[in-house]
């Protein structure tokens, strides 16, 4: 008899800002059921006795093999910082207690560091860049062909690695298919959108960005007509309140996005759209007014900066005159936005965080929401790693792996605070606001109440209301 049935766990159970979706783990079970083997999916997300449950499915579904898939790190908050990876370590060991499959794992955090992750997980095998190919293939071999790309693997207790080589024709994999795999009620319980990618890749190189490293740093397009029919097909069938594009770049390579939402516009979309991931360069009249048409009712614009020194200093492609001309643009239009800002990369100091700071007050729209971000995390491999280094910042024996912040020396961290709370802007959002243990209730409430997404865009209401409740 083959061994060839497969429990994928999504070991995400992080809720703040809101849950997503696992359409990574989908991609991968869609592909394997296309490739003959028995699939079912395991989602610990909102399973308050997670042992329980995980242990049924363990029983009930007795795989041959189980992937677990690991999407983040850490949280990203300085402040509070939060390593999930111990949770994950804790679902290994329970399912090495009850079941006798073999464990492998993959997901977007593998791509980031995946030698180092496979060591801490005690794992033997794990698959990093795009699973949809090199699964089945691993899985075919009984996790012994060691010479696939995007692979990890322990051999004499050492870990190696083969360099990711990317799906070429991201046409010939199945849909993810996300509700076949698993129930995707209770992400819409609270707030969560419903993950469209168009394509894969990012050509940029900034100065801490691991992206381009999980995606490659070539393109990879979907056929734009593929990407409609799943939108249109997903809003009939379910009625996700927002459809949200989870490419690295939506506006990027020019055209691209111009041609989703013609298409959008001609197949008369009913579908509420978002996408978190504008680059301001490429955010042209023309396309802000597309994007409306098509459905676009909210977006976010990751600047980082709108001081001409750190954009340089990040290696961005734009300038602090490009995110000028960008909230002008955007001022015109309807959407809801949201601002992503980070402050303490290299050179921010006093006057670099006032300049974003009178930007954000002089020049966005009333309604803009303004989310400020401190400290640059530093992984593995990047610019940022580099200058922290040389700086003194991190020491040889510093393992990355624990959450590691990079802060200006020209500035620290209580002062950037400060000055942010100066601000009195109900329309701020800091990190420590996305981390209330009251958000995902609050989240439930607007979803009950029918409230309109995005659920950022309730800021200034939810401010005000704590505020009121808790002064100072
Ligand atoms: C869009 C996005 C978001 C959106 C999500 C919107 C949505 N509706 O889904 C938002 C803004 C909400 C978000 C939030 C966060 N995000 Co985010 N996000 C992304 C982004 C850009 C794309 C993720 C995505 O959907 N990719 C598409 C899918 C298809 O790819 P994938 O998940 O990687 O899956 C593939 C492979 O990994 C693999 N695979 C996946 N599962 C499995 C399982 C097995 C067994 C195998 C073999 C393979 C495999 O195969 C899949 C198909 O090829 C990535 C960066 C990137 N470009 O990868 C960061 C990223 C995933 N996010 C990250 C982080 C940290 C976060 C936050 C913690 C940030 C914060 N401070 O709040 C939160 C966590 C939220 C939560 N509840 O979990 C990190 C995670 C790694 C890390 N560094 O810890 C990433 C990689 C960015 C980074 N900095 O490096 N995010
Ligand atoms: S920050 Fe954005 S543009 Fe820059 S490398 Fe990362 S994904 Fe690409």
Known sequence: ???NRVLLINSNREVNPNPVLPIGMAYVASSLAKNKFTVACADLCFKANWRRYLKDRLNGFKPDFIGLSIRNIDNHDQSKPQLYLDFVKEVICFCQKISPAKIFCGGAALAVMPTRILD?????????????????????????????????????EKIYSNPALGIKDLNSIPHHELARWIDIKPYFRQEASYPVQAKRGCPFDCLYCTYPRGEGKGYRFRKTSEIIGE???????????????VDSIFNHPPGFAEEICRQ?????SRANLHTIELNPLYLTDELIGLMEKAGFISCGITCESASEIILKNFKKNYGAADVRQAAGRLKKSAMKKLWIFLFGGPGEDANTVEE????????????????????????????????ARRAGVIKPETDLLFPTFYVSPLISRSEIEAKIKNEKNDRIVTIKDIRLPYL???????????????????????????????PG
Not at 124 to 148: A, N, Y
Not at 233 to 240: C, G, I, L, M, S
Not at 264 to 268: D, E, N, Q
Not at 444 to 455: E, F, Q, R, V
């Open 1 to 3: 008899m083959t061994a």
């Open 120 to 156: 801490y997980l005690n794992l033997d095998t794990g698959i990093f860049g795009d699973g949809e190919e090199t699964t089945p293939l691993l899985l075919r071999s009984g996790l012994k062909d060691l010479t696939l790309p995007g692979l990890a693997y322990k051999k004499n």
């Open 440 to 470: 995902a209730s609050l989240l439930k409430l607007s979803s009950l109440l029918g409230l309109k997404g995005p659920y950022w865009s309730y800021t200034p209401i939810f401010n005000k209301i704590r505020k009121n409740l808790w």
């Open 356 to 387: 974003t700071l009178k930007f954000t007050r002089e020049e966005l729209g009333e309604n803009d929401v303004i989310f400020f971000n401190i400290g640059v995390r530093i992984y593995p491999g990047t610019g940022i790693e580099a200058i």
């Open 264 to 268: 959008l516009i001609a197949r008369k």
């Open 231 to 245: 939108i249109i097909d997903v809003q009939e069938k379910y009625h996700p309140k927002t459809i949200e594009f």
